[in-house]
């Protein structure tokens, strides 16, 4: 009997045919809560995008299921521990999506530096008045290269930020919760305690996935040590103490913010709106790429028959799960 497979949002039409050789799919386009607690319990397996929550609720209801399929990096969406106390695979998926990732950090850094959000604004609202006045006004803005670079998260995606950060001239500054000697010799980055890293860089890079551990790992304390600085923030939103970054931009003591993520998302108004100048903000779109959401349907994919195969993938989130059912008591294929 084949498994049942459901598909909770739009995916690529490749992956998804790739996926109905294997499985009987159903696609379920961003039910409510209440629909996919009455519709969890039919399935075997289930693709999520970001934007769909699998919170505790919910898993409990999922009587079949055996795994979850984040076709992201990030899996904060789904409530992982629930998820192990049932035995169900929470996997996750990394690679292009890594790489669209870090030249958007690259982006949004060179973005916020060198005021380019913020003058296409100006030239379109009709505000270019002459030469004169740009050069008056533009001539402090500063540029990447000769920098030092603090990256906090130094996983796949810090890793590819790295180098293209190296590549830029910059200097490599790093915390993590591990160091990672392979991008210290490919890249001469240097491993440092975090608080150091938010001293020493003049840009401070966020590349950490959101954790109880990493809530608010910049907060207003730790907002005194980017005083004159820049903060660019591409892994989540709850990753900053937003209410702070407002108070040390107004204060003068911020120089720029740039993210592609909120605490709070979709965001339609906030305060941050008012600083126009000193920030750059984009509605967390960082990973979009046409290359991206077609690898990440074909991994996403990969590590959903590789559970059901009764084997476990590289990117599985949770290891412990393997203690509470172990793969071959997962395996339909």
């Given amino acids: 009997m084949r498994p049942k497979v459901a598909v909770l949002f739009k995916m690529k039409r490749e992956p998804l045919e790739e996926l109905r050789k294997y499985a009987d799919v159903e696609t379920l386009l961003y039910p409510d809560p209440e629909e996919l607690k009455k519709r969890i319990g039919e399935f075997d397996g289930v693709i999520v995008s970001p934007l769909n929550r699998l919170p505790g609720d919910v898993i409990e209801r999922a009587e079949r299921l055996k795994v979850i399929s984040c076709h992201s990096a990030g899996y904060d969406h789904v409530d992982v521990e629930a998820a192990t106390r049932r035995g169900i695979y929470v996997t996750k998926v990394s690679g292009v999506l890594s790489e669209a990732v870090a030249e958007f950090a690259v982006g949004l850094t060179i973005a916020l ?15 270019w008045e002459s030469h004169a006045m740009i050069w008056s006004r ?35 500054l790093y915390w993590s919760r591990t160091r990672k000697e392979d991008i210290e010799r490919e890249t001469g980055a240097v491993y440092r ?35 004159g600085k820049y903060l660019v923030n591409i892994g989540r939103g709850t990753l900053v103490d937003e209410k702070a970054v407002v108070k040390a931009i107004e204060g003068g003591r911020l120089r720029g913010y740039a993210t592609d993520v909120f605490e709070r998302e979709p965001v339609r108004e906030h305060e941050l709106f008012k600083y126009e100048l000193e920030t ?11 290359e991206s959401m077609e690898d990440m349907g074909f991994q996403a994919v990969r590590n959903l028959l590789t559970v059901l195969r009764g084997k476990i993938p590289e990117t599985l989130v949770n290891r412990e799960v393997v203690k509470v059912r172990p793969p071959e008591e997962v395996k339909l294929l």
Avoid at 150 to 164: D, S, T, Y
Avoid at 280 to 290: D, E, F, I, K
């Fill in 113 to 127: 530096l060198r005021k380019i959000a913020y003058t296409d604004r100006l030239i379109r609202s009709g505000g």
């Fill in 138 to 172: 533009f001539k402090d803005v500063e540029t990447l290269y000769g920098k030092k670079v603090g990256i906090l998260g130094m996983g796949a995606i810090g890793k590819a930020i790295a180098r293209r950060m190296k590549a830029m001239g910059t200097e490599i």
């Fill in 193 to 227: 305690p975090l608080e150091d890293v938010l001293k020493e860089s003049d840009i401070v890079v966020l590349a950490l996935p959101a954790t109880p551990e990493t809530y608010h790992v910049i907060n207003e304390e730790r907002l005194e040590f980017l005083e």
């Fill in 280 to 290: 750059v903000l984009t509605p967390h779109h960082a990973g979009l790429s046409r």
